[in-house]
């Protein structure tokens, strides 16, 4: 019937806003091996709980956002714009 | 008949009548009745047959739990099956029929099946039947199918309107009884934003049936004051005959708002039905609890029911089941019934109470049989006596009604929707909700308060926690004085043994108890799968009244706890919901949004023929006047386009604006071909690849400013190349100074194509177009006579001397209307997407029959466009994989066939000559298929292994599905004007 | 020869023009509204929101971080493109025929609305001049509020004449009229 997302520019909509687009994976390097490459195309751990998954606001804002959450309970534990996601990750890097 | 109407009291209207039917026969009821209520007063208590057995059956609850009294109501396209009588709202001119039995409800066929009974026990269908294994869809199924089930549905099409609404609370209240009343008005005097809703016509829940004095006035009158200081406040909104069904992610809560159920001709400006979705702060479940029944011999006749649904039928309908009433209890309950019957004057039979003692009040005069048990029912279609045993001694009891008590089971079932399984109480002796965290909570009955006293105090306590908690000042309720109560306890009394007779567990499904037996005996011990072993607990009630009982028989035969057996999955719908309501408004022509282009009046008046392209209607021929099949006016469009010209919409095309200093880089990460040396003013045709490698969509691109680009996709991948570049700018180079947005539907573009296009154009562009001022692939920004601003780009898709004219939309009409004036002494014609596939086939050019997702750049002959040279862009990193560069890979060529009569068709196979005809010998296969008047004989495109290096090989195109060779030669896949010598000019 | 071309909206085909007066529930097109879609360079979005924000005569519509709709029902498209390339590090394009723009008005407002967005449109959660791009009914565009009991939405002009009929559809029931602004 219903899920919600909080988009953090548009606010709280429904799922039927956004359009999932898989796992947030980070693409390598343009040098990087061909294996780095089958592993960024290919590869998905396909986990059962936590999971941070790309979610575009296809009827909201259009942006790509990173949705935390939990596959099995639909927890959602956090939800950032994909860009500063990146740069968060560089950060931590 | 007798009347069961009682001469005072009640919450019926006595002054209006209304008349309705049932079974064909005409019945007087009250407003405020239900159909049951009304049918019990005119001395009906047979209301339907069973599912199985088609034991006559009478209704056993006054609630939306029941499921015997189920009803087809309405007639014609509005014929509903299934309604239970219990809780359909009475209007004058309702029409019900009564279900499973043929030919009629009191002589019903159907009911030899309760002598074949022993073959119809728990697992039947599984077992009897076996063999031989072809009478079972030529025999058996159709025999049962007649014999078993519940309503029929119509086939007319539902003439009613449905639709869906969103709302939006603080605080959903579910159930607007004692305790869900006390929590709204609690909770809305703090200020919150308050839905309540309830199944009901009528607010008030048990404070409608039952006989008490709230701070001095009567439990009815009282519920009627909250009600009415509710509806007087703005941050309140009731929604009565709305039934919350389904507790989903997020707090959303879906329910079902039965606008117009209960009148005889719906309005046609309103929806019938209409599903909402609650998105709520906070919930209160204030849905009471279920009284459960006695599992005894014959306990599903007519005539058996609650003891809690008699003293609703009495205080609120002010209908007394029978006239001389037996008590069959374990609990407070059925003494409240004897009570409040004998109060109205109603002959008790006797109270038979399973318990050896209990302090209840005993009405003066009445029998009590302590210890006792009933262990048979006496008459059929109403009930007249019963067999009651005390310490091994029977006797008959006469009487008309037997009002049962079985203790209570709170409604749980929306706080168990979510995966949490409800908690077996001991002290209880019931299931109770489970923990689901701090937004949401029972209260009152829900939450096992035995008085309505406690439910009130229960209600107004949770709701002004909630208001706490959402930051509002709480109000403090003030709880008047509850006279009248009494002891709703209980000793559990699972079953009776050593009926003669059924006793059920699921009226519904007719499940007795040594169907629980053979379950157990035979393995399918799980909870989850006795159910479906026995189909204790499915149908439209989803057991409801039995499923607790189940678990306590089951409990017992294993000797163990009914918190070790647990409960089924309880999943959304509380009660059946309608498709309607489901679909609401999305059908017929609200089912999808169409879209339709700003040259679709142009193309009307034109005479087109219009195509569903997804959303779009898009102009697919142009009919001409004598012109029998649509091949003739294609025919027709494309010799023209070849000789003279032809206009075509090309407006659905997805359309990019893109600005930025690094505009240029990004586009050439994202093409495979380069992109960084476009010049202004030129367009120039690109390929997107996937990072898998594949190519994703074409188009051109062109540069109208240094730091200025427009990027076309195909009409179908329109949105997604957005994504695509979205996604790219976003996630992957965020630091490009890049930014761009969709201008698709701006522009009204069309193609002008055709060796007199430059002639045709120059009549409408002022600026010079000639080939040297206005060269192929030239873009630019042009003026129309007359002055409006446009953008032209010489391009083309049919090899022709072709144009496209983009201009604001809302001119693309008028514009289209002057090329086709200006046109007219060059003989253009309007050409539809036919016309234009045609004109691309015979050109060689690829849309997304050759674009599927498998063929690289190199397949499709555009190898050279792979910048290899580039750092980077999409796709390049995973285009030389393994597999990707092998030499059999299937690459694109052109098909004709060998005799030029035979026509094959796209989807075919490719074979080698004398091959055996089956995938094991296949090629490859055919894309693109047309037949081509330039040429006079039928062409295709296809994808063939190792093509390019096969011209002129002959090769057999197999169709599988049609049955058909055709024998064909392999051939380059551009057929018309290889050398671009029309294109240059 | 010059071209005399004749401007058509989208919604002609969909609006009789024989309306009788417009009921307390009404829907207004408008004709020939000025809409511009502008971008802001990555890294320069509160400061070109700031500028567009000062902009005369200009509604600003929030699309997303970066992008925003500016609409104009008073000046021509040449004042608003000049406004607009006056701003730093802000690209814009006229979308002034690629949307369409409407207002539902009336005291059910919120009701027939609630039917086509999922979004609260209380005025706690959703005041005076906030807008922002939500799905209505089937169909993405911008909504909103510029009054008590008025709201604004904007919608691609291919899918116009679908979402005109569904917010008809929705107001049947509070007898929602429609009409060109002005006609």
Redesign the interface.
Known sequence: MASLISCPHCGTRPKEEFSIRGAVVARPQPGAKEDAWYRYVFIRDNPKGRYQEYWHHAAGCRRFLVVDRDNLTHEVFAVTDATEFAKNAEVAR | MTSYRLDSGGLVNRSYALTFSFDGKSFKGLDGDTVASALLANDQMLMGRSFKYHRPRGPVTAGSSEPNALVTIGSGARNEPNVRATVAELYAGLTAVSQNRWPSLSFDMGSVNSLLSPLLGAGFYYKTFMWPAKFWEWVYEPVIRRAAGLGKMVMEADPDRY??????CDLLVVGAGPAGLMAALTAARSGV?VILADEGFRFGGSLLSENLNIGGVSAADYATGLIAELASLPNVTLMPRTTVF?W?????F?AVERVQKHVASPSP???VERLW?I?AKRAILASGAEERPLVFGGNDKPGVMTAGAVRTYLNRYSVAVGSKVAVFTNGGSGYRTAADLAARGVEIAAIVDARAASEDVVPAGVRVIRNGAVVATKGRKRIDGLVVERAGFQEEISCDALAMAGGWSPIVHLMCQR?QKPVWSEEKQAFMAPDVGSAFVAAGSAAGTDTVSAALRDGAAKASAFARDLGFAAYEANIPDVEGEYDASFAPLWYVPGAKDKAFVDFQNDVHVSDLGIAQREAFRHIEHTKRYTTAGMATDQGKLGNVNTIGIVAGMRGVSPAEIGTTTFR?FYTPVSFGALAG??RG??A???????LH?WAKKNGATFVEAGL?YRSSWFPKEGEKTWRDSVDREVRNVRENAGLCDVSTLGKI?I??ANAGEFLDRIYSNGFLKLPVGKARYGLMLR??GMVFDDGTTSRLGPN?YVLTTTTAYA?EV??HL??AS???W????????S?????AQMSLAGPKARAIMS??VEDDISDAAFPFLAARTVT?????AARLFRISFSGELAYELAV????????AD?IMEAGREDGICAYGVEALNVLRVEKGFVTHSEIDGRATADDLGYGKMMGMNK??FIG???ST?FGLTAADRLQLVGLKPIEADKEFKAGAHLLKENAAPSMASDQGFVSSVCYSPTLGHYIGLAMLKSGRERIGERIIVWDGLRNSEVPAEVCAPVFVDPGNTKLNV | MALTLLHRHVLDDHISGFETNANPNHLSVFRRPVIFSVLAKVGQERAVGAALEAAADIAVRTCAPGEWLAVSQTSGSETVAGQLSAIVDASSVDQSDGKVLLTVSGPSVRKILAKCVAVDLHPDAFADGHSTNMLIGHVTGNLARTGADRFEIIVPRSFAGSVFEELMEMGREFALTAAFAGD
Do not use: N
Request: aromatic content about 10%; some cysteine.
């Open positions: 639709e869906k609404s969103w709302a939006h934003r389904g989903y992610d997020d707090m959303v879906g400006d309103l929806a979705r998105v995966g959304p408004a999305s022509e609200h999808a949004p169409t879209r339709t282009s700003p009046g779009w604006e600005f930025g990072e898998d200025h949105t957005m994504t979205e996604f976003q996630t992957l965020p630091d490009l100074d890049v930014c761009f947005t201008v698709s539907d701006q522009w009549r409408i129309l006579r007359g002055g409006l604001p939309a809302g001119y693309g009409e008028a514009v002057a750092p980077d390049k990193h995973l994989r």
